[in-house]
């Protein structure tokens, strides 16, 4: 009897490590398409369109950071969701900071035993292997990194997360990550940007989602992920998060 291997974080042989270990030094980020075979990219997709029960991430002003379980935000009722909605916006208008987006935390959710063995777990612990960490420090050109950290996103028509420069270096938090495995052929016009900008508020460069593609940037630096209007498709996954020296 045979059994059927799921492959999840094969990397691509011919990613150039060099020429983006150059690119993250000189500007303090880089993305690398095509870093995974593209059977193990359509393989992680999979686990978050089809086994992942999402819930909400968001923050109004000093209100948050707030996680609500699929569960809990099925049980809040349409006029507090509304409300909820509005504070976001309200925070947004003011120039506070403010989040929402689509959000399963894959680390959260292995540390508190939500589903233990679930795929989410098994993606944690691919991240986590060392041909994945091997991959980023030499990219980076920081042997430091131990470990990282991991959630699931989804942003969807109204999601929007407000510029913010990830400080939080006490923490060990040293680069952030997103491995974006968005539907093919993402439009420009479908919002979810990647943006970096100086500090007049300009922005300097913006990656489009991109299906296969890891995004690592050096932080603190100002970034944002722009609004998804509400004629853009589901389909801007990604997974998120932060790698660490401790």
Same mark, same amino acid.
């Given at each position: ?55 909400? %991430?968001?923050? %109004?002003? #000093? ?15 349409? %006029? #507090? ?8 916006? %309200? +925070?947004?208008? @003011?120039?506070?900071? +403010? ?13 508190? @035993? ?16 060392? &041909? ?18 991991? @959630?699931?996103?989804?942003?969807? &028509? ?50 489009? &989602?991109?299906?296969? +593609? ?7 630096? &100002? ?24």
């Amino acid at each position: 009897m045979s059994l059927c291997v799921i492959r999840l974080f094969d990397l691509n042989p011919r990613v150039d490590t060099q020429a983006h270990a150059a690119r993250f030094a000189r500007d303090g980020r880089v993305q690398i398409r095509d870093v995974l075979t593209a059977e193990s990219a359509a393989n992680i997709r999979t686990i978050l369109a089809r086994e992942t029960e999402w819930g909400i %991430a968001w923050q %109004a002003g #000093r209100d948050g950071p707030n996680l609500l379980r699929g569960a809990e935000l099925r049980a809040i009722p349409p %006029a #507090r969701q509304r409300d909820m909605i509005g504070s976001i916006h %309200a +925070a947004a208008r @003011q120039g506070e900071y +403010a989040v929402r987006f689509t959000q399963y935390p894959i680390l959260n959710a292995f540390l508190e @035993q939500w589903a233990p063995g679930s795929p989410q777990d098994l993606l944690l612990e691919h991240i986590n292997d060392q &041909p994945f960490l091997d991959l980023v420090r030499t990219v980076t050109g920081i042997p430091e990194l131990v470990k990282a950290d991991a @959630q699931a996103t989804l942003f969807g &028509p109204g999601d929007f997360l407000s510029v913010h420069t990830d400080s939080h270096v006490a923490e060990g938090w040293r680069v952030a990550y997103v491995l974006n495995l968005a539907i093919d052929d993402w439009k420009p016009d479908w919002g979810g940007y990647l943006n970096f900008l100086d500090d007049d508020g300009d922005v300097i460069e913006g990656w489009r &989602p991109r299906f296969n +593609a890891l995004n690592l940037l050096r932080v603190p630096q &100002p970034h944002q992920v722009t609004y998804v209007p509400p004629f853009a498709p589901l389909g801007r996954y990604a997974i998120t998060g932060w790698f660490r020296d401790r």
